[in-house]
Every structure is written in structure tokens, then in C-alpha cells.
């Protein structure tokens, strides 16, 4: 299994620009986790999705945030336009339903600077 | 509300064993975990604990819960140059409904191990 793929590793964009990240989660996992990671806040949960259907967003910063699971094997989230108080890591992670005592498969992550 | 706790930084000798702590709030946590990240990569769950267990051993890995004090600790034996990283302690959590299917993440405990 190759484990939660993410890209791309690195993204720089400009302020005002659209961001597109991309995930695909571990082939059978029914969860896909959207996390952000900054020095100030550590890690933070955006968005979660079960059998691709957005279930707890409260997590999303701003309209300026939008993600989407069209089917089990992909995900994106999209910053739309970006600023540079967006830069972080930001990390997708799946799960099974059948045991929470695997938790959470995580990504290599997104590092994404806006300049 | 959910917040979970950790030590910012913690610097051991190689050799010596480390202790990492972590207290959360949500006492009807079930599950617990400790996760590893190493730079530039995504956490990696190291082990867990169900709320039944008092303690759980895992080859150098000792995780200790107290679910009268909602603490939770991960003792290194014998550590390592290649176990310096951030320790992550995460907690599934509980809403109005019972179990959530988020997991809330520390500070994040970084490991400096010195040779």
C-alpha cells in the first residue's frame, strides 16, 4: 500500500492566487481528514469527510477555503484567492471504519508559502 | 471545550529514557494516541491506549493514563539519536451524540536527543 499521497509537496503562489491541493487517500479507508499545520496553532482540523460526503467543516477558516471528495480516491481543497496568512502544512489523513485503534494514516503533506 | 496539553520541548541524553506528557480535557475520551513526526514528514502513530487500560507496553514504548487526573504519558527506554522528533498526544473526541469521529491533537512535544 503507498499510503496517503499528496501534492504537491511544495506550492508557492502569489497572494490573490487559487491553490488546488490534492489527496488520495489509502484504498478502502471510508474517512479523509483535511488538517493544517502552522507554528502558532499547531495542528487543526478544516474539514472531514465519510464516504466522500463532507460531514464537519466547522473547522474551514473562511469562504476563502473550499474542498470537495468527488469520489473515494480523491480529494482537493482549494484556497480561492490566497493570502499569505494561509502559508502552512497542510496534511490529509484517512481512516478505516474498522478500528479506531489505527487512528489516523496520515500524508506527507502540502508545504505552501504565499508571497 | 476540547483542548489537549503538552510540554513544548524536552532534551534527554542518549541512553537515558524520556518521558513525554500530555493532559486533555474531555474525560469521556476512549481512545488516545501518540503520534511521531519527523521533520519535513507526516505524524505516524506510534501506539494507543483504549480508556479501559491503565497502562500499555509497546517493545521501548511505555504510554500511563490517569483518567482520574486526564493525564497521559509516553516513556522512551534506552533513547535513541533517531527517536528525536515532535511527540504528538491526540485524543478522539465526544460531542452531544457520543464519540466523534475528530481526533484533537497536543502542542506537539519536541525531542532533542543528545548523543
Known amino acids: 500500500d503507498a499510503g496517503v499521497i499528496q501534492s504537491p509537496r511544495h506550492e508557492v503562489t502569489e497572494m490573490g492566487q487559487e491553490v488546488t491541493l490534492r489527496c488520495k487517500p489509502i484504498s478502502g479507508h471510508d474517512y479523509l481528514f483535511w488538517y493544517r499545520q502552522t507554528m502558532m496553532r499547531g495542528l487543526e482540523l478544516l474539514i472531514y469527510?465519510?464516504?466522500?460526503?463532507?460531514i464537519d467543516d466547522s473547522g474551514m477558516p473562511e469562504d476563502r477555503f473550499s474542498a470537495k471528495m468527488p469520489n473515494a480516491s480523491f480529494s482537493t481543497l482549494k484556497i480561492q484567492p490566497s493570502e499569505p496568512r494561509d502559508s502552512a502544512v497542510y496534511f490529509c489523513?484517512?481512516?478505516?471504519?474498522?478500528?479506531w485503534g489505527y487512528g489516523y494514516t496520515f500524508g506527507s503533506g502540502t508545504r505552501l508559502t504565499v508571497v | 471545550g476540547e483542548d489537549v496539553e503538552q510540554s513544548l520541548f524536552l532534551s534527554v541524553r542518549e541512553g537515558d529514557s524520556s518521558v513525554i506528557n500530555c493532559t486533555y480535557t474531555d474525560s469521556s475520551s476512549t481512545y488516545l494516541y501518540w503520534y511521531k513526526q519527523e521533520p519535513g514528514a507526516g505524524l505516524q502513530l506510534l501506539t494507543y491506549i483504549f480508556s479501559n487500560m491503565d497502562m500499555k507496553q509497546d517493545q521501548r514504548l511505555t504510554v500511563l493514563l490517569n483518567k482520574k487526573d486526564k493525564h497521559l504519558s509516553l516513556r522512551i527506554a534506552d533513547t535513541q539519536t533517531g527517536d528525536s522528533a515532535i511527540y504528538f498526544c491526540a485524543e478522539r473526541t465526544h460531542g452531544s451524540g457520543g464519540a466523534t469521529n475528530k481526533l484533537i491533537f497536543g502542542t506537539g512535544t519536541l525531542l532533542a536527543v543528545q548523543p
Open positions: 489523513a484517512s481512516r478505516t471504519q474498522a478500528s
Open positions: 469527510f465519510n464516504n466522500n460526503v463532507p
